[in-house]
């Protein structure tokens, strides 16, 4: 019996180690600041042009564009703007638009990743007043909870989730890129 118990659990672990915990976002002096260290066997100037490349060309077209290039730190910073699709009902949708800043600094077979500074709008809101758009702050919204949306159930868990999944789902394609 013990050992069907314990056989159990080994086959059940997978499923609890790889369940995404969307409870928590990662806070570093107060501000959210996703990062992350990706190791690669390319060097530095092959890291830099091959992600470069791929900001240019795939990612921030209808998306952002490069602020900085700096050659001394070797670091890219980015500007992004991506409309998340939070929830998709009958007749509409609840959608926002994540602004963030976009780091990437490049050492010797690593690529540290991270996206900071994040803000949500409202698209309709950027459509029909674009010179005073309400801007909330990740902080505001995802650890002071303080963004209400009447017609959604839970919308802070649901645009925290959203918005970790957009995360991840970067620095995937940065992964797979190095």
Do not use: H
């Not at 806070?27 to 959210?32: A, C, L, Q, R, S």
């Not at 929830?87 to 996206?115: A, D, G, H, I, P």
């Amino acid at each position: 019996m013990k050992k069907k118990i314990m056989l159990l659990l080994l086959l059940a672990f997978p499923l609890f180690v790889s369940a995404q915990n969307y409870d928590e976002v990662p806070v570093k002096n107060g501000k959210i600041v996703f990062s992350e260290d990706i190791l690669t066997a390319l060097k530095t100037v092959e890291m830099k042009e091959t992600v470069l490349s791929w900001l240019e060309e795939t990612f921030l077209p209808n998306r952002g564009l490069v602020v900085n290039i700096d050659t001394v730190e070797n670091r890219i910073i980015c500007r992004v703007m991506e409309r998340l699709e939070i929830e998709k009902r009958n007749w509409s949708q609840f959608v926002l638009n994540m602004r963030y800043t976009l780091v990437l600094e490049f050492k010797t077979n690593k690529c540290f990743v991270s996206v900071n500074n994040i803000s949500y709008v409202e698209p309709a809101e950027m459509q029909s007043n674009p010179d005073n758009i309400g801007v909330y702050s990740a902080e505001s919204v995802l650890i002071d909870k303080k963004y209400k949306e009447v017609s959604v159930e839970e919308p802070i868990k649901k645009i925290q989730k959203a918005t970790i999944d957009n995360i991840e789902d970067l620095f995937f394609d940065i992964r797979e890129l190095l």
